[in-house]
């Protein structure tokens, strides 16, 4: 069994914000979001999780070894620093859905995310030093997105073809096992995932091919840690391009291999 920690990263009160007293430059919001991302990736990976920038106002993170301490210490340095403040609610479950809806009613529960008085909540379970099990993240990545998008269409188009096997993997992932997926950057799509078997990775992959005519390919891999996880899948689509196979787990070679 794997078990997800999962912090929801809330920016307080931030539409009004962005309004207040007029509308603020697109591009000042831009570089704000991408600092507070960049900052709260900085802590986090140093800490071997993972956050994900999701809609820069929400952010999604998996903090399996993160303890209530450092998420406190997250927070005020952001206070301290930003012209916004952000609100963090952990939980943990088998399924990361789980995890992250729990995370999420902890905030929703203190009030709105445009409520002026909702701010710098900090609200959540943490899985102690026992209790903590292995997680599994899968790595996928288009085959071969370079020859047959970035040098043959234009940036947009390829863009619109990467979109769309993301949307149709993250939604797939997410109804049938309560897996959380998301872009990463070029063609790549990191999901973290409840204890699945080879089999659901090449449903996917398969499903993505029938929808929408684009082929993947992944890596799987478990540790204690986003980070240690996310490693050991990198390793394994390692193995998927080298061996030119669809799914590789690492660590759990299939039969025949
Ligand atoms: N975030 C992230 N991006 C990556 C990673 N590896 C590659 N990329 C991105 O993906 C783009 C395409 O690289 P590849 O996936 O290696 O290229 P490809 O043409 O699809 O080749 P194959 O994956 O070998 O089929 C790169 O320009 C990077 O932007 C990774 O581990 N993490």
Redesign the pocket.
């Known amino acids: 069994m794997t078990t997800t920690q999962v912090t929801l990263v809330q920016i307080d009160n931030y539409g009004p914000w962005t309004t207040t007293p007029e509308p603020r430059r697109e591009m000042d919001l831009q570089t704000l979001q991408s600092r507070l991302f960049a900052d709260v990736a900085q802590f986090l990976g140093h800490r071997d999780a993972y956050v994900f920038f999701t809609r820069f106002d929400n952010m999604i993170a998996v903090t399996n070894g993160v303890d209530g301490a450092a998420h406190a210490t997250l927070q005020e340095s952001i206070g301290n620093r930003y012209p916004v403040s952000v609100s963090l609610g952990t939980a943990v479950a088998e399924r990361p859905v789980d995890a992250l809806e729990a995370a999420n009613r902890r905030l929703q529960t203190a009030g709105s995310a445009q409520d002026e008085s909702r701010t710098e909540v900090l609200a959540g379970e943490y899985l102690s030093e026992t209790d903590r099990s292995d997680l599994q993240v899968a790595?996928f990545?288009?085959?071969?997105?370079?020859?047959?998008y970035?040098d043959r269409l234009n940036e947009f188009d390829t863009f619109i073809n990467i979109e769309q096997a993301y949307g149709s993997l993250m939604r797939h992932l997410r109804e049938a096992h309560g897996a959380l997926s998301f872009f990463?950057?070029?063609?790549?799509v990191?999901a973290v995932c409840p204890d699945l078997p080879e089999t659901a990775f090449s449903s996917a992959v398969e499903q993505v091919e029938e929808d929408v005519d684009i082929e993947l390919?992944v890596g799987v891999g478990q540790g204690a840690s986003a980070h240690e996880a996310g490693f050991a899948a990198?390793h394994a689509?390692e193995d998927c391009?080298h061996d030119g196979t669809s799914v590789e787990l690492f660590g759990a070679p299939l039969v025949g291999d």
């Open positions: 790595h990545d288009v085959v071969n997105a370079t020859g047959k970035t990463v950057g070029g063609d790549n990191v390919q990198k689509l391009r």
